[in-house]
């Protein structure tokens, strides 16, 4: 188990004059208390979810673990444009994390800090709206009885999304997961406290 990535660090940067980029907490479910359940070569799963804070998605922390796997053992994380349904959704873009890579499994995650598997996709570049459908997709090539697990409750602890499995979907199930957005904060005057150098310009 390697330590979890803290790539959201490095995403928090100040950017242009005026501006400065924030990573925020968007969706979450942070029960995975019911299930772990299985991918594997045969059997892809996912989540659903609804955006609510527009941005650029940054990031997704799940409860994961691997069995009878390889440290290089890939688990292959597809986030796809579900607002026109889960059946043929486009692809928006693809990473992958290795076996080694893996965090901690908790049965509940923890909405104030990161306990779980972080999986940076910011360099898919996905700009996300209000009211988008997402769909995080996870599948690998390994074949049992090596799986990766998810951890998962089934009492629809998350109502704005479902848990989908190869071409099944069930309302009710659904993985523990959160999402992260980055987004712009401008900033009321221009540029930055502190930052007198806008001044000079605006000055008759
Ligand atoms: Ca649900």
Same mark, same amino acid.
């Given at each position: 188990?390697?330590?979890?990535?803290?790539?959201?660090? /490095?995403?928090?940067?100040?950017?242009?004059?005026?501006?400065? &980029?924030?990573?925020?907490?968007? @969706?979450?479910?942070?029960?995975?208390?019911?299930?772990?359940?299985l991918i594997h070569s045969a059997r892809s799963?996912?989540?659903?979810?609804?955006?609510?804070?527009?941005?650029?998605? /940054?990031?997704?922390?799940?409860?994961l673990y691997s069995w009878y796997t390889d440290p290089a053992d890939k688990l292959i &994380?597809?986030?796809?444009? /579900?607002?026109?349904?889960?059946?043929?959704?486009?692809?928006?873009?693809?990473?992958t994390i290795s076996d080694?890579?893996l965090?901690?499994?908790?049965?509940?995650?923890?909405? @104030?800090?990161?306990?779980?598997?972080?999986?940076?996709?910011?360099?898919?570049?996905?700009?996300?709206?209000?009211?988008?459908?997402?769909?995080?997709?996870l599948s690998s090539a390994v074949e049992l009885p090596a799986a990766f697990y998810?951890?998962?409750?089934?009492?629809?602890?998350?109502?704005?999304?479902?848990?989908?499995?190869?071409?099944?979907?069930?309302?009710?199930?659904?993985?523990?997961?959160?999402?992260?957005? /980055?987004?712009?904060?401008?900033?009321?005057?221009?540029?930055?406290?502190?930052?007198?150098?806008?001044?000079?310009?605006?000055?008759?």
């Open positions: 188990m390697a330590a979890i990535r803290l790539a959201l660090l /490095a995403l928090a940067s100040t950017s242009a004059l005026g501006s400065e &980029i924030e990573v925020v907490v968007d @969706q979450y479910q942070l029960d995975g208390s019911e299930q772990n359940n799963l996912g989540q659903t979810c609804l955006v609510a804070i527009p941005g650029t998605l /940054a990031a997704i922390e799940m409860s &994380i597809e986030i796809l444009d /579900a607002s026109s349904g889960l059946a043929g959704a486009p692809l928006l873009g693809t990473t080694a890579e965090g901690p499994s908790p049965q509940f995650l923890d909405l @104030q800090t990161v306990t779980a598997t972080l999986i940076d996709v910011s360099s898919m570049e996905i700009s996300v709206s209000v009211g988008d459908l997402i769909g995080i997709r998810v951890k998962n409750s089934f009492s629809n602890p998350y109502p704005r999304g479902g848990f989908f499995s190869n071409d099944s979907y069930w309302e009710y199930h659904d993985l523990a997961f959160k999402t992260f957005v /980055a987004i712009t904060q401008i900033y009321a005057d221009g540029f930055e406290s502190g930052d007198t150098s806008a001044w000079s310009s605006t000055k008759p």
